[in-house]
């Protein structure tokens, strides 16, 4: 996968929009649904992507991939990072994107859901 395939795939699900939030990392690329967070990757390396996971199944997706490690930032009970080594099938990286994205959205107010059509 490219970092286009990446940023145009984020760019395509319902009411994303992107970003660099962060002064201190201003090289990373943060997409967000309705102000949370469920992608980011620095946009001059591109060698990870940083993806929310569910917690009850984080370790054992760890255990059989081994790109899929632990973040360097973010909670590593909630966020997994996918490292870019060409060892998974994009389809698989974007079903984990897919995931991420629902699981940032699952955290929305049932009012915002109703308002952003979610």
């Given at each position: 996968?490219?970092?286009?395939?990446?940023?145009?795939?984020c760019l395509a699900k319902k009411?994303?929009?992107?970003?660099?939030?962060?002064?201190?990392?201003?090289k990373?690329?943060?997409?967000?649904v309705?102000?949370?967070?469920?992608a980011a990757t620095?946009?001059?390396l591109f060698s990870s992507i940083s993806i929310r996971c569910n917690p009850e199944t984080i370790d054992e997706l760890r255990a059989r991939y081994p790109a899929l490690q632990e973040p360097s930032y973010f909670s590593k009970r909630h966020w997994s990072r996918i490292v870019m080594d060409?060892?998974?099938q994009?389809?698989?990286i974007f079903k984990w994107i897919d995931e991420s994205y629902e699981l940032a959205v699952s955290k929305l107010t049932r009012k915002m859901k109703a308002e952003l059509g979610l």
């Open positions: 996968m490219d970092i286009e395939s990446f940023h145009d795939y009411e994303v929009n992107a970003g660099f939030p962060f002064a201190n990392l201003p990373v690329l943060v997409f967000k309705a102000g949370k967070m469920f620095d946009i001059n060409n060892s998974l994009n389809q698989l």
